[in-house]
């Protein structure tokens, strides 16, 4: 399964600043007709409307709020590719006195407002005839560290979401795509000090559309996560992305 983005309507969550800033420009590079700006506040794209005209549809949508993401829903009716970009990230380990209410907040936006988004937008996707959903996990999904265990507890859940979704929505003809950025140089990066080894969010555009287009479950952007991928490319291919019948060892 893959998917072109010439000619189609993409929504990017989070799509002001950031990653989802240079996504969103991406897709138009690429030739998407439109692209949904899912943001909190729509103000906050007016830039990218005066940048790129009726090409940029601001949409509210806060991943907290599940009546802000139906009603997205109901007005992006045209959606052929979904990406879930927004996340939280909280500097805290285990023995933090606040991790439980870190660990709730990075929950609360990075997993479940995945599925939110998911519950949504699928009907949206299959009624287009099957699009595709590309969801901005992380290298913390697969390795953690310990300064950002709370993260990474909802990095690894949102991934673990991920490789369900890969599952569920085949039979509607939807491709999802897993991408797994390490440190790359935006607001939050920097927030949790990896402003020295931070890579450029272009590499995670990038990687986005070109595992869409050559049918990848995985997306690793940038060099650390190219490490970290190669390493688990065996697990990834024999179990991850393996068919496996339940109950069979």
């Given amino acids: 399964m893959n998917f072109e983005v010439k000619d189609k309507v993409v929504l990017v969550t989070g799509a002001n600043r950031g990653i989802g800033k240079v996504i969103l420009e991406e897709a138009l590079k690429r030739g998407a007709s439109k692209v949904y700006a899912a943001v909190r506040n729509t103000d906050s794209a007016d ?28 007005v992006a009716t045209d959606v052929d590719l979904v990406i879930n970009n927004a996340g939280v990230l909280k500097v805290k380990n285990s023995l933090d006195d606040d991790a439980i209410e870190a660990l709730q907040f990075e929950m609360n936006v990075n997993v479940y407002g995945l ?17 595709a959903i590309a969801q901005l996990n992380s290298v913390a999904s697969v390795k953690t560290f310990g300064d950002l265990t709370t993260y990474c ?56 559309f070109d595992a869409l287009a050559e049918g990848r479950f995985h997306a690793w952007p940038d060099p650390m996560a190219q490490q970290i991928g190669e390493a688990y490319q065996s697990f990834a291919e024999n179990v991850v992305e393996a068919d496996m019948q339940e109950g069979v060892a």
């Fill in 153 to 208: 507890a909802s990095k690894s859940a949102s991934y673990s979401v991920t490789q369900g979704l890969r599952e569920t929505l085949r039979d509607q003809g939807t491709q999802v795509v897993s991408v797994h950025p390490g440190p790359i140089a935006t607001d939050m990066g920097q927030n949790a000090g990896f402003e020295d080894i931070a890579a450029s969010p272009e590499l995670v555009a990038t990687a986005i």
């Fill in 115 to 131: 599925i939110r988004m998911v519950q949504a937008f699928a009907p949206v996707l299959k009624a287009n005839g099957g699009g």
């Fill in 47 to 74: 830039d990218l409307v005066k940048e790129h005209g009726d090409r940029v549809t601001p949409v509210r949508v806060d991943l907290e709020d599940p009546a802000s993401i139906t009603s997205a829903a109901n």
